[in-house]
């Protein structure tokens, strides 16, 4: 038997909790479209995603590590898979719309530039006299402007809850302007729970990934509170033979007990607050989806061990200045003479300025693509 959309919605009518998001209650699309027969609008969502240019792009931009440092780091794709793993998980748990989450996680880091967070310092600082660059802003721009495959309309035309889950979502690095989607309203639980996915992802995934490289020891970690519940939990203690699979038994524990911390916090609060309905989800006075304070607390400090010892690393220091050293020389080399951008890019000089058109492009590439893009431009042996 084939579910058809309107079995799939009285599904999620009957087993999700009451402060959910249902895709028969979205209010729609900016471009009204003719319905799926077999997908809800959400899963329609997550769908268009995947398929975007920008999502393919991601598998060559950096995570932490530059691309030539190895093939085992994670990179911007991975990371982004990991989080939407996280998501279903925690919406699962939460009895909250598995599908929305899902495409939120899956669209969250669209925008970011090549070479991490370095790119987007760099992007920034040079446009500053421009409005700024923002990746999350720049996810939103994807799409609802930047990718064409659509006739009748640019970007992808997704539902205003997906969009207002994307420009609502914040980490403790990110934050955009939601002007348009109810700024006083905070962002639905199954935004929320993207927010945390992605934190509980990139804090497990570097400390591992930080671990692999050498960049510090299981003995450097060993006054973390977070490191000695892990260790004590799996049985390993300073001394023994630390393995990769002694790696991977405390990463697999550390994002087990976060999503449980997560999980009963939450469901804490919900019932505290008396959460019955989305619309009290987002006009409660915060964010419902977090750490317990105890908890909170031992991530906040590995996050302090991971920003001095990992991301404050010399050897990661010399990339993030090599890789800001070649995005600004790009970006200034194009605002000099326009005329190098590739003819599509020039096009859209007719309806946008020349600073965010420059911006969108490097935005745009790859780690490989900018290197490549850096010599043709500035190696008289390479060819343009």
């Known amino acids: 038997m084939i579910r058809k959309r309107e079995h799939l919605e009285a599904i999620e009518s009957q087993v999700l909790a009451p402060y959910a998001l249902k895709s028969a209650d979205s209010k729609g699309r900016v471009y009204p479209?003719?319905?799926?027969?077999?997908?809800?609008?959400?899963?329609?969502?997550?769908?268009?995603?995947?398929?975007?240019?920008?999502?393919?792009?991601?598998?060559?931009?950096?995570?932490?590590?530059?691309?030539?440092?190895?093939?085992?780091?994670?990179?911007?794709l991975t990371h982004t898979l990991e989080v939407a793993q996280l998501g279903r998980s925690l919406a699962r748990g939460l009895g909250v719309n598995q599908d929305l989450t899902?495409?939120?996680?899956?669209?969250?880091?669209?925008?970011?530039?090549?070479?991490?967070?370095?790119?987007e310092h760099a992007l920034n600082q040079l446009m500053q006299e421009y409005g700024g660059f923002n990746h999350n802003t720049q996810s939103y721009r994807i799409v609802t402007k930047l990718e064409k495959r659509y006739p009748d309309f640019d970007g992808l035309n997704l539902t205003y809850e997906t969009r207002e889950g994307m420009i609502k979502h914040e980490t403790d690095y990110d934050k955009s302007d939601a002007g348009d989607y109810a700024p006083e309203r905070r962002a639905s639980l199954e935004a929320q729970i993207a927010n945390l996915?992605?934190?509980?992802?990139?804090?497990?995934?570097?400390?591992?990934?930080?671990?692999?490289?050498?960049?510090?020891?299981?003995?450097?970690?060993?006054?973390?509170?977070?490191?000695?519940?892990?260790?004590?939990a799996i049985g390993w203690k300073n001394g023994h033979t630390f393995t990769s699979?002694?790696?991977?038994?405390?990463?697999?524990?550390?994002?087990?007990?976060?999503?449980?911390?997560?999980?009963?916090?939450?469901?804490?609060?919900?019932?505290?607050h008396q959460i019955d309905s989305p619309d009290k989800v987002q006009l409660h006075s915060e964010n419902l989806v977090g750490y317990s304070p105890e908890f909170g607390e031992k991530i906040r400090e590995l996050k302090r061990f991971l920003l001095e010892r990992m991301y404050r690393h010399y050897r990661l220091m010399r990339m993030q200045v090599?890789?800001?050293?070649f995005i600004s020389q790009i970006f200034e080399a194009y605002m000099k003479e326009p005329k190098m951008l590739p003819a599509s890019t020039q096009e859209r000089l007719k309806d946008t300025p020349l600073p965010r058109v420059v911006t969108d492009y490097i935005a745009g590439m790859t780690d490989r693509y900018a290197l490549d893009e850096w010599q043709k431009l500035f190696d008289p042996y390479v060819r343009a």
């Open 33 to 76: 479209e003719k319905e799926s027969a077999t997908r809800t609008a959400f899963e329609r969502d997550r769908d268009r995603i995947i398929h975007t240019t920008a999502f393919r792009r991601l598998e060559y931009k950096t995570q932490v590590f530059v691309f030539y440092e190895g093939d085992h780091y994670r990179t911007r």
């Open 102 to 119: 899902e495409a939120i996680c899956l669209a969250h880091d669209l925008g970011h530039p090549p070479f991490g967070h370095a790119g």
């Open 197 to 232: 996915a992605d934190e509980i992802a990139y804090d497990a995934h570097d400390l591992d990934d930080g671990l692999r490289a050498g960049l510090f020891t299981p003995y450097d970690l060993s006054d973390l509170a977070i490191w000695q519940d892990l260790t004590e």
């Open 245 to 272: 699979i002694v790696r991977h038994e405390l990463i697999r524990e550390l994002i087990g007990v976060s999503v449980t911390d997560v999980l009963q916090h939450t469901a804490a609060q919900l019932a505290k």
């Open 322 to 325: 090599k890789a800001e050293r």
